[in-house]
């Protein structure tokens, strides 16, 4: 699938290794159950909105915020979900979505730190 790709992509290098190790990286572990829901979350990344924050001496950085709810239903509808099916990929998107956020927040607030220590190292 998808990640299989990703991982050859990055093994091999080139021009392309860079994109797929990053998508690699920001991903995070999922349950078996969640899995189907990947894909249309991919998807909708693409529209995440973000927070711009003030990072002092290193300028701004780029914080995920969690997608709108609605465009997570109006997803699970165009994928064709019925009965149960939407509120279960709401839920199922959702709660990716909230890992994704907390994952690359914590990722981001550590490269932050990083990047201060180095430029209060610089003195």
Do not use: H
Not at 12 to 28: I, M, V
Not at 29 to 52: G, H, I, Q, V
Not at 86 to 106: H, K, Q, T, W, Y
Request: aromatic share 6%; net charge negative; with cysteine.
């Amino acid at each position: 699938g998808e990640i299989a790709a990703w991982q050859r992509m990055a093994e091999a290098g080139g021009a392309n290794a860079d994109f797929a190790t990053e998508r690699l990286l920001s991903r995070p572990d999922l349950p078996s159950e969640a899995e189907p829901y990947w894909s249309a979350f991919t998807d909708l990344d693409r529209s995440r909105p973000k927070n711009k924050v003030g990072g002092g001496m290193i300028g701004t950085v780029d914080l995920p915020e969690c997608i709108d709810l609605d465009k997570i239903r109006a997803e699970g509808a165009r994928e064709g979900y019925e009965g149960e099916g939407p509120e279960d990929c709401r839920a199922g998107m959702s709660g990716i979505d909230d890992e994704f956020v907390r994952v690359n927040s914590l990722r981001i607030a550590a490269e932050l730190k990083a990047a201060v220590s180095r430029s209060s190292n610089k003195r």
